[in-house]
Structure formats: structure tokens, C-alpha cells
């Protein structure tokens, strides 16, 4: 998703919450419902990335970083690094990943927020950690050897 994008995003998830709060049946905790729908907020915006809504500049404006930024901008790449390689991953097992990995939620509790059975879960998150694995060590040539 872009950058620009997730305030957006943010937004559209609590205009879905506000909706549809009457319909939580409480078949999972409240957590796990609100990933859910922000799984599918988020993979609707994807979805949706194609359609340009900005006009990019010739030439970007450049912002002076000082010297003691460095391990932010480390950071940072390597944020921008990880989304690199999330984005190769398929929308069934982006989601998976992030809410297992990341988000460090049970994976009952990912099964159900990306509806579908338990197992799925656990053999999307682990092809998608054997892919995330693969790509992260074209970064790291410590890893690749």
C-alpha cells in the first residue's frame, strides 16, 4: 500500500467498524474481528494501487538528513526493504505473515480474521516465511552462504 494511501486506509477501517459493530457476533475476540477488517480494507487498497490519484513530481525535492540520522535511515531502508518482499507475497499469504509474524497474533486468531481453516493458515505462513526467508538473504549475503 502506498504511503499515502494508509491515513485513508486508517480511516475506511474505523467507517467499517462503526458499520459493522452491530453484526459482531462475538464468534472470535473483538482483536481478531478488527484485523480481519483491516485485512480487507487493506488488500481492497491494494487492489485499487493500479489507479493513480497523484501526479508524481519531474524531479523529487531531496531533504538534508544529519549525520547523527544514520540508524534511522538504516531503519528505514530496512522497513522499506521488508515491504519490498511483503509486496512479492500474495494477498492470502501477505496477510497471514504480517498478523502471525508481525502482529504476533495466535494462529487460531489469524485463521480467523483472514477466514479460513487452520490449517491453510500454518501452510500459508510457512510458505510465505520460506519466501520472505529466500528474499531477505539476496539482501544479506551473510545469510545466503
Not at 475506511?12 to 472470535?28: K, P
Not at 478488527?34 to 524531479?59: D, L, M, N, T
Request: hydrophobic share 40%; with cysteine.
Amino acid at each position: 500500500m502506498r504511503e499515502a494511501d494508509v491515513e485513508d486506509a486508517c480511516q475506511d477501517v474505523f467507517v467499517v467498524l462503526h458499520r459493522r459493530l452491530s453484526d459482531f457476533r462475538g464468534d472470535s475476540s473483538i482483536k481478531t474481528w478488527i484485523y480481519g477488517i483491516c485485512v480487507r480494507v487493506a488488500s481492497e487498497y491494494r487492489r485499487r494501487a493500479h489507479v493513480v490519484r497523484e501526479v508524481p513530481e519531474a524531479e523529487p525535492a531531496t531533504l538534508a538528513q544529519p549525520a547523527e540520522q544514520i540508524e534511522q535511515v538504516a531503519r528505514r531502508e530496512s522497513l522499506e526493504r521488508l515491504a519490498g518482499i511483503l509486496d512479492q507475497l500474495d494477498d492470502e499469504k501477505r496477510a497471514v505473515f504480517v498478523l502471525y509474524e508481525l502482529e504476533e497474533l495466535s494462529m487460531t486468531n489469524v485463521a480467523k480474521a483472514v477466514e479460513c481453516p487452520i490449517q491453510t493458515a500454518y501452510s500459508r505462513q510457512h510458505a510465505a516465511r520460506r519466501l520472505v526467508t529466500e528474499a531477505a538473504a539476496k539482501f544479506d549475503p551473510l545469510r545466503s552462504s
